[in-house]
């Protein structure tokens, strides 16, 4: 029987229709990786790559396959997909933390799916689905509640009783960008005893715990804020620059006057990952302000600045 209508029209543009959709699936990703409004918490890893990459690589190697229409590894990528957004989808509820970004391209990789449904591969479909499912649950990290510590202590600068804590991460680009934007105010209110401020590291990055280790060795000879602040720009500058490796981190900050010499790998403060579970932190850049009357938070570069502006 012949199609007609909306089944006709999918029929003779279903090639064209595959390859907008999963060109747009990166679009999604690019745009993503370039927010600038937030690190989300679903920005983990997997295998120790970063999610978005696999995103990228994923969506590449399918518009590949539509093109050629390869549908048996079609219908194993689709489906391996639709398990592991599953996966995501069920983390974001969870937490009850949503990103845009990861939802449309939920949504894109289910379109692809009905799409190019075959329901002649039902058991294929149901293992590739299953498999996907379980790899995301298996080998997804986010951010780790449980720092290991080396007894280095988690600095805070100043009287206040309003408790300030600011979470970031030296390779996320809005955390970048709210650091020094915020220094004058942060200063301000320190040193007129408004506030207690504690700059607290979340590790989404993988790299990002040796930047912790370095800041956290340094801070233990400089208990000026001036000085932490400078500490913790130069950081910012490194992860910039991709310095990944321990050495090569300790060699770019002795080469700014910031003496380094054998930081301890794992060296970290007990007290953050008691922070990270206490206010729920689910990512960066996060500002959590206690008052007697309750806790306010913050979230994204542009609502940090705001809700500072509030202490002043």
């Known amino acids: 029987m012949e199609k007609t209508?909306?089944?006709?029209?999918?029929?003779?543009?279903?090639?064209n229709l595959n390859v907008l959709l999963a060109v747009s699936g990166i679009v999604v990703v690019i745009l993503y990786q370039t927010c600038g409004s937030s690190c989300l918490y679903l920005a983990g890893t997997v295998f120790g790559v970063d999610l978005?990459?696999?995103?990228?690589?994923?969506?590449?190697a399918l518009t590949v396959i539509l093109v050629l229409r390869q549908k048996e590894l079609t219908c194993v990528l689709l489906s391996a997909g639709v398990g592991g957004e599953i996966f995501l989808v069920g983390y974001q509820v969870v937490h009850k933390t949503y990103c845009p970004y990861c939802l449309v391209l939920a949504l894109i990789v289910v379109v692809l799916f009905g799409i190019n449904l075959d329901k002649r591969k039902v058991r294929l479909i149901l293992l590739s689905m299953l498999l996907g499912f379980i790899l995301m649950a298996v080998f997804f990290r986010s951010i780790p509640l449980k720092i290991e510590s080396e007894g280095l202590a988690l600095p805070s600068f100043g009287r206040g009783d309003v408790?300030?804590?600011?979470?970031?991460?030296?390779?996320?680009?809005?955390?970048r960008e709210v650091e020094p934007a915020a220094e004058g105010i942060l200063y301000d209110l320190v040193r007129s005893n408004r506030i207690n401020l504690t700059f607290i590291d979340v590790p989404i990055h993988r790299h990002t715990p040796v930047y912790t280790a370095c800041y956290l060795y340094l801070a233990q000879r400089e208990k000026s804020l001036d000085g932490i602040l400078r500490i913790r720009k130069i950081l910012f500058r490194a992860a910039e620059k991709n310095i990944e490796d321990k050495k090569a981190l300790e060699k770019y900050l002795n080469g700014t006057g910031l003496k380094v010499t054998d930081v301890p790998e794992k060296a970290g403060a007990a007290e953050a990952a008691g922070y990270l579970k206490?206010?729920?932190?689910?990512?960066?850049?996060?500002?959590?302000?206690?008052?007697?009357?309750?806790?306010?938070?913050?979230?994204?570069?542009?609502?940090?600045l705001k809700g500072l502006n509030t202490l002043k």
């Open 5 to 15: 209508g909306a089944g006709r029209f999918l029929l003779d543009h279903k090639r």
């Open 52 to 60: 978005k990459i696999w995103g990228l690589l994923y969506l590449s």
């Open 278 to 304: 206490e206010d729920g932190v689910e990512g960066t850049p996060t500002l959590v302000v206690i008052r007697r009357g309750g806790k306010t938070m913050y979230f994204g570069r542009s609502e940090v």
């Open 163 to 175: 408790k300030v804590r600011l979470y970031t991460d030296y390779f996320c680009g809005p955390c």
